[in-house]
């Protein structure tokens, strides 16, 4: 078969010439890919916010891969030792794909002037014969730390059984336009029922149970069973495919999912009319002020 292309080819030489990064080279190990994965889901795609619309690399921890939309916030530890960045969406892509995520990579970044000014803002990522040069999103990234809870008053684990089908079922709902809400209750022991809501009336129209391992771990004091509260579906169940353990402080503050390997997804709630309300000196000694990212 003959292929004729009707297109007049341009010369090699128009042809952009490849970046050359110069700079400090780190070992990047191959663990921290599937972390990538895991975290750049929650990243930002609005225009208006750039600086979200990707995943910072920081060595603060010993190494954290963070990324969130405003709504809810992942967070993966990763062994990196070099300069924070934000790696853009795109980029992390590509960097999930088998071709880079099986095999240790090294990192080579830029080095900042004199007035500690990148005069080059790319880093290349090399692993075995694939290189991704990669424009790094320039900005300053949010305190992510606001508002990640630092204590909780309740912990449920939901079992490996059940929770596919759990995570199915949330994707599955669709609003039709509508602003929808899953009311997550504990009226029976053991037992999370999650109630499906629209937000514009309040008006129910699914409920399904769920087997939860409770555990209570405030000392004061405590109801015996997890607060009363409220999240958009799709989120909640990016938030259980990152860990299986949700950990509540009441119906008002941020609500985090943990999963193995140190990763975690903070996840904002919806307004509920029943949810459980903080009182004031419990709410202050479970978890800071939470602040949207």
Same mark, same amino acid.
Not at 4 to 8: D, E, L, Q, R
Not at 154 to 165: D, Q
Not at 181 to 190: A, C, D, F, T
């Given at each position: 078969m003959n292929v /004729?292309? @009707?297109? *007049?080819p341009e010369p090699a030489a128009e042809f952009p010439a490849r970046l050359s990064v110069e700079g400090r080279v780190t070992a990047l190990p191959k663990e921290t890919f599937p972390a990538l994965g895991i975290t750049a889901g929650c990243a930002s795609t609005d225009a208006s916010r750039y600086v979200l619309n990707g995943v910072l690399f920081t060595p603060e921890d010993g190494g954290m891969l963070i990324a969130t939309d405003g709504r809810r916030l992942a967070g993966a530890p990763a062994r990196f030792t070099g300069r924070a960045f934000i790696l853009p969406n795109a980029a992390a892509h590509v960097l999930v794909h088998p071709d880079f995520a099986t095999r240790d990579a090294t990192i080579r970044q830029a080095d900042d002037n004199n007035d500690n000014e990148r005069t080059n803002p790319y880093a290349e990522f090399?692993?075995?014969?694939?290189?991704?040069i990669a424009k790094e999103i320039e900005g300053s990234y949010p305190n992510y730390r606001q508002v990640i809870p630092? !204590?909780?008053?309740?912990? !449920?684990? %939901?079992?490996?059984?059940?929770?596919? !089908?759990?995570i199915a079922w949330l994707r599955s709902l669709t609003g039709d336009g509508n602003r929808l809400?899953?009311?997550?209750?504990?009226?029976?022991?053991?037992l999370l029922t999650l109630t499906l809501t629209c937000v514009d009336n309040e008006s129910k129209s !699914?409920? %399904?149970? @769920?087997? @939860? *391992? /409770?555990?209570e771990t405030y000392t004061g004091k405590g109801t015996g069973k997890p607060p009363v509260i409220a999240f958009e579906p799709a989120y909640l169940a990016s938030a259980l495919? %990152?860990?299986? /353990?949700?950990?509540?402080?009441?119906?008002?503050s941020p609500g985090l999912t943990a999963g193995p390997g140190g990763v975690y997804c903070v996840l904002m709630p919806m307004r509920c009319a029943d949810a459980t309300i903080p009182e004031p000196s419990t709410a202050r000694e479970a978890a800071p002020e939470a602040a949207a990212a």
């Open positions: /004729v292309s @009707v297109h *007049k090399r692993s075995g014969p694939h290189t991704l630092d !204590a909780h008053l309740s912990e !449920a684990t %939901i079992s490996e059984t059940h929770r596919p !089908a759990l809400s899953v009311r997550l209750s504990w009226e029976s022991p053991g !699914a409920t %399904i149970q @769920v087997p @939860v *391992k /409770v555990t495919e %990152i860990g299986p /353990v949700l950990r509540l402080i009441d119906g008002m």
